[in-house]
C-alpha cells in the first residue's frame, strides 16, 4: 500500500512520541488498571491485562507500580475509577476518525476531543456515524530483516492469521481479534522474532486519498492533537497521504 496511512506513519511512532512526553506510563497504567477491572487480576486468564503488562515491561515501568494498578483494578487498593468511552466523528478532507479514551470524568473529555475536531476542521458525530468503516483486527508488525516474506507468510497463515501484508520496511500480519492473534504473535516468538509491535486496532475498510497539502497538514495536527490528549488511548483514521505529499509536509 502506498501513501502514508494511519497505521504505517503516526501509529507506529505513538509509543516513542508518548514516551518522550512522559504520558506513557499513566495511559499504561489506565490500561491495566481497567483490563483487572473488566477480567481480573490475573494475567494468564485475561488477554487484556497481558498485553497491557506487556507494554509496561517494554516501557520499562517498575514493577510496583504494575501490582498497584491491578490492585486497584481489582478493589484491593482504592483508587480512581475509570471508564471507557468512544468518540466519532470526521476530519479535514471528509476523513473518518475513531478516539477511543479512559476518563474519570466523561463530561469534561468529551468537550475537550470536540474542541480539538472543530479547531481543526473536523467535527464530532454520533455513536456509529463513521465506526461501521472500520473492522477490529489484530496486527502485528514484523521487521523485514527478521524473516523473508515467503517464511513469515507461511509461519502466520498457519497459526491462522487472515493475511500478510508489506508497509515500508515491514511486515504487517493481520488477524481476527480474538484468540488468534495471540497464537500468531506466539507462532512467531517461538521462531525467535521479537514484533516491533503487536496489537489490536480498527482497520478501514477502505481509504481516503489525500492529496491537497493544506488539508493533509490540517488532518494530520487534528490527529496528533487528538492523539496527544491526556484520556486518549487510540487514534484511529482512514485516511491515506501519498510520499509525495509527505514530503512537502516534512521539510
Known sequence: ???????????????????????????????????????????????????AMDDARAANMPSDNVKRAIMKGTGQLPGVSYEEITYEGYGPGSTAVIVECTTDNKNRTFAEIRKIFTSRGGSIGTSGCVSYMFKSKGVIVVAKDAIGEDDLMNLALEAGAEDVRTEGDAYEVITAPDATFEAVKKAIEDKGITPESAELTMLPDTEVNITDEHVAESLLNMIEELDDHDDTKNVYSNYNIPDDIMAKLDK
Open 1 to 51: 500500500m502506498g501513501g502514508h496511512s494511519h497505521w504505517a506513519g503516526i501509529k507506529h511512532k505513538k509509543a516513542l512520541v508518548d514516551a518522550k512526553k512522559g504520558k506513557v506510563f499513566t495511559k499504561i497504567l489506565r490500561e491495566i488498571t481497567i483490563a483487572a477491572k473488566m477480567s481480573g487480576g490475573n494475567p494468564d486468564q485475561n488477554p487484556r491485562l497481558r498485553k
